[in-house]
């Protein structure tokens, strides 16, 4: 059983109705099988989190869709930056 | 001797404020971060700031106030790296950084960039570059309040 | 209504503190600069500023101190047309210059240009710009005390 | 009778041991002749004013060696700038 925490920001947490969300996999998912587990359970975010400009961070690094998620990791899905 | 104990600090708490690296929700002092950064070098002579502010509109729309989020660490490792690469790539002296987070209303700072350097050119050329990478790359987000309601930057039809 | 004419003042002098243009002996305040710039408009999203400081070396000389001696109305007219010429060539909406004379000492303020402007690109380039017109064209000259004595800077050997 | 005021700035000034010259010139001078004539009357001066990164001002304004200097002029030789 892997634990992850899933981290939403901005307009992401406002679809998702929350910041964090705690998550038990069964199996070994890459990033793109838990977007896709992601957008299956949670309508709101639908055809969102898999959008060309949103950036994934695991445990503060950038990754790509095939990075695979480890036990403890924190996956941030991080829209488009707007500070400055 | 069990005296002079009281005053050994093997690890000494260190003052957010005297940090060249900060994400605060407060507002900050030009002035102040401009005397920290000559008291660090008699050798600058040239200090380039940048100041972003909040502009009351923005893409046609009036903006009442803004609000900033950022992701706590990842932002401040990643200006970090900035001012690391900053310091390498330009031939300068010392960088400051300093973003707002929170409630910001119309008129106030938002994000103070200091550069000092011998010669000024080099100073200007690290500034602009430091503020167009932490536009591009640090994880901050702005939620701008108008009369649609409030609205992430990124977010609009 | 007598009373009310003592309130009235139809010339009322100017206080050499708000304009945007000055040569001075004192110090002055980067933060009151940026204060009053922001107080103009509220379109102005990006202030780059240019601060000059007494380095304590040049040339490969130790400096103990600086002094700056201007020709004064020509001095303050040239800084008036750098400004002028800023304001129609950029894309900006505000510039301060304010240059300080008489004596300084190492690590005191010399030079300040600010330049607000809706956006940073404009700012960064017009305040490089300023401060390179200043330079060039403003006269003011510079004299540093070194071992070798006081020298004006352009007087050496 | 032509008054002029001649002013001396920075290195100039220390080699005039003057700031400012009160100075009443019988015919009409270009400014190479005032040049000539004051590189004459003070030693110190001589083939300095000539110079070529010399820049003179007559009331406030740049002008070239052949302006003709005219009653109640300022006249300031201003050695290359160094402020900022």
Not at chain 1, 1 to 28: C, P, W, Y
Not at chain 1, 36 to 51: A, C, D, Q, R, W
Not at chain 2, 87 to 116: C, K, P, S, W, Y
Request: charged share 25%.
């Amino acid at each position: 059983m892997n634990h992850v925490t899933i981290r939403f920001f901005a307009q992401l947490k406002d679809r998702a109705g929350a910041d964090t969300l705690s998550l038990d996999i069964v199996s070994e998912y890459t990033l793109k099988q838990l977007v896709s587990h992601l957008e299956e359970t949670i309508p709101n975010l639908k055809g969102v989190l898999s959008t060309g400009n949103m950036q994934t961070a695991i445990n503060q690094e950038f990754v790509d869709d095939e990075t695979v998620i480890k036990h403890g990791d924190e996956v941030a899905f991080l829209p488009p930056f707007s500070g400055g | 001797m069990g005296m002079r104990l009281l005053f050994c600090h093997p690890f000494p708490a260190v003052d957010p404020k005297i940090m060249s690296i900060r994400i605060q929700s407060g507002d900050f002092s030009i002035e102040e971060e401009i005397g920290k950064m000559k008291g660090l070098s008699l050798k600058i002579g040239g200090i380039v700031t940048f100041l972003g502010t909040a502009r009351d509109f923005s893409k046609g729309q009036i903006v009442t106030a803004l609000s900033f989020e950022h992701y706590p660490k990842m932002a401040e490792e990643t200006l970090r790296k900035i001012r690391e690469k900053a310091l390498t790539t330009f031939d300068i002296a010392a960088v400051t950084m300093i973003h707002r987070v929170g409630n910001i209303q119309v008129g106030e700072n938002i994000v103070l960039i200091v550069v000092g350097a011998e010669h000024r050119k080099a100073a200007f050329d690290a500034c602009s570059w430091c503020i167009d990478e932490l536009k591009k790359t640090v994880p901050i987000w702005k939620r701008e309040e108008t009369q649609d309601g409030k609205i992430w930057v990124h977010d609009r039809p």
